[in-house]
């Protein structure tokens, strides 16, 4: 039953980042007007809105024009019912589940707006560092252990200066690429927006999981970028979606880098 309001609740939470894909690139207000068919601008009513169910019963086509309804809101939904699960399996009804499922929020609002418009909004990634730096401390859960709370400044301190520290490693570290790089070629290899965005991760994650994100995020963004490139022979300056890598290695480094570094560490 508990599986199942998680699921629901994240199915319900995916609906709402739909939302904000849309519009926060286009300026737009969040909470009005009313969600409508991009094609003939008819209210969604009710029973149209339901996560996934909606979608499937109306056949992925608009119920007033018939135009297809994009693939996108349905993806979100489930990837992002998903991944709340697998916070929950991970951290139970603690705080670190509550902190990481609005980080995992705004990390799937920039993967997807990185993949369609090339932009990282400062909205979300300077919003996300601030508040990533004041809720660091929730992220080891150590505030439901009675001898732990006794200790309470020691704990917090030591969770903010590990994200300080994050925020100038997982920033300051594709801002040093990026310098380089330009200095080297002559252009532009990384927005802006990356290094902002990886001083969100490391703002919630800490400098050990912002470096496990960089690296993570390389790897498949060399893979899966070389893949796409080749396949729809773009060429060698295609512009990648960087921060939807980024995006994607933030997620498993949360909900599996400690396993990483176990089995990193036991090879020697």
């Known amino acids: 039953m ?45 029973w149209e809105n ?3 169910f909606s979608y499937l019963f109306l056949r992925g086509k608009c119920s007033q024009c018939g135009k297809r309804i994009s693939w996108v809101y349905p993806t979100v939904e489930v990837v992002t019912g998903f991944t709340f699960y697998l916070l929950f399996l991970k951290y139970g009804f603690y705080t670190p589940v509550f902190v990481n499922m609005v980080f995992f929020g705004l990390l799937l609002i920039l993967t997807f707006v990185d993949l369609f418009e090339r932009i990282l909004p400062n909205v979300l990634t300077l919003g996300g560092s601030v508040f990533g730096f004041l809720v660091s401390p929730f992220q080891s859960g150590e505030f439901f252990y ?25 920033g300051g570290f594709l801002w040093f690429v990026a310098e380089l790089y330009f200095r080297v070629r002559k252009i532009e290899g990384m927005g802006f927006g990356d ?25 498949l963004g060399a893979v899966v970028g070389s893949l796409f490139i080749l396949i729809s022979r773009k060429g060698r300056r295609y512009e990648l979606p960087f921060g939807s890598f980024l995006a994607a290695g933030a997620i498993a480094s949360t909900l599996w880098g400690r396993e990483v570094f176990s089995f990193y560490l036991s090879q020697f």
């Open 2 to 46: 508990v599986d199942a309001f998680v699921v629901a609740f994240g199915l319900a939470i995916g609906s709402f980042l739909n939302v904000c894909i849309h519009r926060i690139p286009r300026g737009q207000s969040i909470t009005r007007p009313r969600s409508s068919c991009p094609h003939c601008h008819h209210s969604i009513r009710p």
């Open 146 to 170: 009675p001898l732990r709370f006794l200790d309470l400044p020691n704990v917090m301190w030591t969770h903010y200066v590990d994200s300080f520290i994050g925020i100038l490693v997982g």
């Open 195 to 219: 290094i902002k965005m990886m001083a969100m991760v490391g703002a919630f994650l800490g400098w050990g999981y912002a470096w496990l994100t960089i690296l993570m995020g390389s790897l």
């Open 50 to 52: 339901i996560p996934v």
